[in-house]
């Protein structure tokens, strides 16, 4: 039984809350759970708020609120232990009402906009070594309905590894983009382009699913095709790595975008230089790449424990 959200405020402060919570569902399009969490996020504060300051917060109370008052909130719900990301939400669910306030001139208090969100801790991306990696493509064909699904698949996650490419890169593909080229040119993030080199076996592994493929593409037609014959939804290839990584007993943080870290991870444990997998990955920025670094110097340590391990 869903347990009913209190708050400690006056009751005019409540219908305007009620009112944003409208706001979110109809306007923004958030689901139930979503404006759940945002509202208790709310009740957190006013709760706060009459501990702090005294008194039930009302209108007039919402207008002359100081960024003090906001900084003690956070500094109250950080001495509690929560995360960083729990602490950027609450603080985006407060901003987004009192956003709501102000465009709706019901206020005019500006002062939560001056406080930054806390800078969340950067997780490493996580890869599969090379074996791995390898005998996940060689299961791939075997957890299809029909020979050409499973040759589909076996496409579309050689082309992920092997080539780096998001997974909404790869399903955007159409007939044509991949002829007699060793270049692919792929629109990223922000409509950035870039040239992706063409290895033979992901040239390899497409024709064998082309060949196969029991419907009549066009140029311009999407490369990789769901069972009715329309592109392939990204679901479909997550739903597929899931079943792989049970029965290879991979970890859960095997997903599509693993095979791009795995991509970048391996191509620097080999000695490329990041600037060239910066190139590789369409990455805005270098330092966005230099978390593979991180990623290979840990890889290093497991390996050098289990070196030592093994001279005991």
């Not at 405020?9 to 399009?29: F, H, M, P, T």
């Amino acid at each position: 039984m869903k347990q009913e959200i209190k708050y400690s405020c006056a009751a005019s402060v409540l219908a305007l809350i009620n009112d944003w919570q409208l706001w979110l569902a109809k306007e923004r399009g958030y689901s139930a759970h979503t404006v759940e969490s945002y509202a208790r996020d709310l009740s957190f504060f006013f709760c706060f708020w009459q501990e702090y300051l005294g008194y039930l917060p009302d209108i007039s109370a919402l207008q002359s609120i100081d960024v003090r008052t906001f900084r003690a909130f956070l500094s109250r719900q950080n001495q509690r232990h929560l995360s960083k990301s729990s602490l950027a939400r609450e603080l985006s669910s407060l901003k987004s009402f009192f956003h709501w306030l102000n465009r709706n001139h019901l206020i005019d208090n500006t002062a939560i906009t001056i406080i930054s969100s806390p800078k969340k801790d950067k997780i490493l991306p996580k890869a599969l070594d090379v074996d791995q990696t390898l005998n996940l493509l060689d299961a791939a064909a075997d957890f299809a309905k029909d020979k050409w699904q499973g040759l589909r698949d076996v496409a579309i996650l050689t082309i992920l590894y092997g080539c780096g490419l998001r997974i909404s890169e790869a399903l955007s593909l159409n007939i044509g983009d991949i002829n007699h080229n060793d270049f692919l040119k792929i629109r990223g993030k922000g409509n950035k382009e870039r040239l992706v080199p063409i290895l033979p076996i992901v040239k390899d592994k497409i024709a064998a699913y082309l060949k196969a493929c029991p419907y009549n593409q066009q140029p311009g037609d999407a490369l990789f095709l769901g069972a009715r014959g329309e592109r392939i939804s990204p679901r479909i290839v997550q739903r597929t790595l899931e079943k792989i990584r049970s029965y290879l007993g991979l970890p859960d943080t095997l997903t599509p975008h693993a095979l791009r870290h795995s991509f970048a991870t391996h191509l620097l444990a080999q000695g490329t230089d990041l600037r060239s997998i910066q190139e590789l990955l369409g990455h805005a920025s270098l330092s966005t790449t230099q978390r593979y670094t991180n990623v290979e110097i840990e890889h290093l340590k497991e390996e050098y424990n289990k070196a030592h391990l093994l001279d005991d």
